[in-house]
């Protein structure tokens, strides 16, 4: 991985940051470029630290917190009887919504 990462480092050059500047729309000039590219360097070179560290011995995780079903269970509940959905209708016949034809 740290070979990934340090290979990474190096293919990070002002005309990759200008072509991805390119591709976002984002108007930049040659001392943007240039920053953003030290940046993303060091970032990277920063995450490259992490390999430093023996995670064999840690349980992968999900979350950070534990986290559990906030939902309210499903019922199955008749809130809506047939006379109920169509008092907001404007018009309705034998149990069916009429419309406007659209079709013609």
Known sequence: MIDVIQKTIMEITEKNVEHIASLSKIKSDQNSNK???????????????????????????????????????????????????FENAPRYDKGHYQVPKIIE
Do not use: C, G, M, R
């Not at 490259?48 to 509940?77: A, C």
């Open 35 to 85: 920053a953003f590219t030290d940046q993303l360097k060091k970032i990277l070179k920063y995450i490259e630290k992490l390999n430093e560290l023996d995670t064999d011995q840690i349980e992968p995780t999900q979350h950070v917190l534990s986290l559990q079903n906030v939902f309210k269970e499903d019922l199955i509940q008749n809130i809506f009887s047939k006379e109920n959905s």
